[in-house]
């Protein structure tokens, strides 16, 4: 997830932009900016790149969900279906919101099982949040399909450029989030973005992330409001920013096709050694390479050899920030907000929050290894890795 791995000139040459008219503020100062936009011509080309209406930009990815959250007036005690494999963000916009999370089950393409978003429905549910994890798309037409007349937001914070049969993630659903926080494929430093195509949606969520503004050219201090919001905004050097990194987006993801390609070959030689599923290999960004072994004693086993050639890959199933097995901050409900809140909104009603609560999903975790795919890669690079397999092979 390596955007970081391009700043360059064309970054530069976009903040010096801003910089020569002095305007760091996306709205307002019409005579100083001398027609310079970033935010809104970031949004504008964002829009166009995913094939969606409307774009939002926001502070960062977690803003972008809460600001969804917001434009589809999620409010206390309301469930929203969210995977128990995912980072931690997804669900503390919930929580923030004064919503309940409610942790549903991943199949065998890492993200939420379609299946899952008609069981786990119950009265209360208002939204399902599906997560394209680790690059690659969920199995995002069922999960609409299955979630009928139940909004669906699509945190696409880690599969930025992704599609699936032609069609841009983050345009399946009500709404779609985005992260360009400093690890992820398009990186502005900390950022994030909102599309839609429901043009009512984009007004909440526009008023939302700026204090209730309504953006009608009357000056700020004469705007109209429909509802008090908060501060979300994006800054016109993060706008700025964005526009370069989105044009080179289309060359970060071939480049990490490539690689990923290059050593998902090697691995697919060796056996018992089989690969997470991908709905449609061709809408990839590949920004990561997931694989399973046979059991997790195997797991474990291999990914030590390869940790002593200094090609480990990340084991998921021991990750604290990114699977419920080990989020001990919701398993025990602690929150820094006094009597409770939000889980007392939960009225009782049993969450399911506990470490052995999601057991498909532990089967498929404790079977998981991955690894990073940079844009960068030297030949050094795919000589250490692929000859730590071979050498790993050897507990297979
Ligand atoms: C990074 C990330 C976020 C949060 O983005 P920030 O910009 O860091 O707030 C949300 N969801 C997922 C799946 C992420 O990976």
Redesign the pocket.
């Known amino acids: 997830m390596p955007g970081f791995e391009v700043i360059g000139e064309e970054e530069k040459k976009e903040v010096l932009e801003v910089f020569e008219t002095g305007v760091l503020f996306r709205y307002e100062f019409g005579d100083q900016r001398r027609g310079v936009y970033k935010v809104r011509q970031f949004e504008e080309a964002f829009a166009r790149y995913c094939g969606a209406a409307e774009a939002l930009a926001v502070s ?4 972008a ?1 809460k600001v969804a959250l917001a434009a589809l007036g999620l409010g206390p005690g309301d469930e929203v279906i969210v995977p128990g494999f ?2 931690v ?2 669900w503390e916009a919930v929580l923030d919101a004064g919503g309940v999370p409610v942790l549903a089950e991943v199949d065998e393409t890492l993200n939420l099982d379609p299946a899952e978003v008609r069981d786990r429905r119950t009265p209360k549910t208002r939204a399902v949040i599906p ?1 394209h ?1 680790l690059g690659s798309m969920a199995r995002i037409d069922e999960i609409v399909e299955a979630a009928g007349d139940l909004p669906v937001i699509e ?1 696409t ?2 599969a930025c450029g992704g599609t699936f049969k032609g069609r841009g993630l983050g345009t399946f659903g009500a709404l779609g ?1 985005f ?3 400093s ?2 494929t398009l990186t502005t430093g ?3 973005m909102v599309v839609t195509n429901d043009k009512t949606l984009w007004t909440r969520a526009s008023e939302y992330h700026d204090h209730g503004h309504d953006h009608r050219p009357v000056g700020r201090g004469n705007e109209g409001r429909s509802f008090f919001g908060f501060n979300y905004r994006m800054m016109e050097l993060q706008g700025a920013l964005g526009l370069a990194q989105l044009g080179k987006l289309p060359m970060m993801i071939e480049r990490q096709r490539a690689n990923k390609a290059r050593l998902r070959n090697h691995l697919a030689g060796l056996p018992g050694v089989t690969f997470r599923q991908v709905p449609d290999p061709d809408g990839d960004t590949a920004t990561f390479l997931a694989f399973f072994l046979p059991d997790e004693e195997k797991a474990r086993a291999f990914n030590a050899v390869l940790a002593e050639q200094k090609a480990g890959a990340v084991y998921f199933y021991d990750n604290t920030w990114h699977y419920h097995r080990r989020w001990e901050q919701l398993h025990e409900k602690r929150t820094p907000f006094g009597r409770g809140w939000p889980f007392e909104q939960a009225d009782g009603r049993r969450l399911n929050y506990a470490p052995d609560d999601l057991p498909r999903t532990a089967a498929i975790m404790s079977r998981l290894l991955v690894w990073p795919i940079n844009i960068n890669m030297s030949e050094a690079d795919f000589e250490r890795l692929m000859s730590a397999t071979d050498l790993a092979a050897r507990v297979l």
């Not at 960062?60 to 803003?63: E, R």
């Open positions: 960062s990815g977690t803003a969900l995912t980072f963000a997804t997560v994890m945190d914070a880690q989030t992260s360009f926080d690890v992820k900390e950022g994030g």
